[in-house]
């Protein structure tokens, strides 16, 4: 079912991606050359912010004899900018979901941040993969025997891939598919995402 909702997101933005990236191909260019780096401090930076709703997946989280659920609603909130057209850094911050397995719940959330490297279509739509580290902040309850119950903090990888389409110069439409290896307490666990959400890019 996890993968069915990916493939269903996945074919719709490839639906609004055309008339979008059409639309982007038709508007004016910067002024700044778009493989020129840009630091932040200099004109043509490309700031943006955004948040983002989706599904979390939870693996390996059901324990025989009880009740388990694991998937969830997540949000994330970002904001980063580009040093030219290829290329930026992104910070955002996630709560994971919450999840029922072992008789109690496991939830948490997470401070990431990704080096985004990717394709520029038109002026405000792109393709692009990210990866980088996320500080996780977890806790696990529940009865079951052989759970490991308690706070966990810790770094972990994660990486991901998505295309934003956009709408106007500043306005864009977003999808990301993520994966975030996170610390439990007894262990480490991978959490995967999709989410959609709107960006603003202040130009």
């Known amino acids: 079912m996890y993968h069915r909702t990916l493939a269903v997101i996945c074919l719709t933005t490839l639906g609004i991606a055309a008339p979008g990236v059409a639309r982007a191909q038709q508007m004016s260019t910067p002024t700044t050359p778009p493989d020129s780096w840009r630091m932040p401090y200099e004109r043509g930076f490309w700031g943006h ?7 979390s997946k939870l693996s390996d989280s059901c324990i025989g004899g009880f009740a388990c659920d694991d998937k969830d609603q997540t949000f994330r909130l970002y904001a980063g900018g580009r040093f030219n057209n290829a290329v930026g850094l992104e ?3 996630m709560n994971m979901g919450r999840f029922q397995r072992g008789g109690g719940q496991t939830d948490g959330y997470g401070l990431d941040f990704a ?10 739509s792109a393709v692009f993969g ?3 580290a996320i500080y996780s902040h ?6 079951a025997p052989g759970l490991a119950t308690g706070t966990e903090r810790g ?3 994660r990486l991901g ?8 110069p500043q306005w864009a439409a977003r999808i990301d598919v993520d994966r975030y290896r996170l610390d439990f307490e007894g262990g480490k666990e991978d959490l995967d995402t999709i989410t959609v959400g709107a960006q603003y890019t202040f130009r």
Do not use: C, H, M, R
């Open 49 to 55: 912010a955004g948040i983002s709703f989706g599904q």
């Open 161 to 168: 891939i998505g295309a934003q389409i956009g709408l106007t």
């Open 115 to 124: 080096l985004i490297a990717g394709v520029p279509i038109g002026t405000n």
């Open 138 to 143: 977890t806790e696990v309850g529940g009865t």
């Open 91 to 93: 910070a955002g911050l």
């Open 130 to 132: 990210k990866f980088g």
């Open 155 to 157: 770094w972990g990888p």
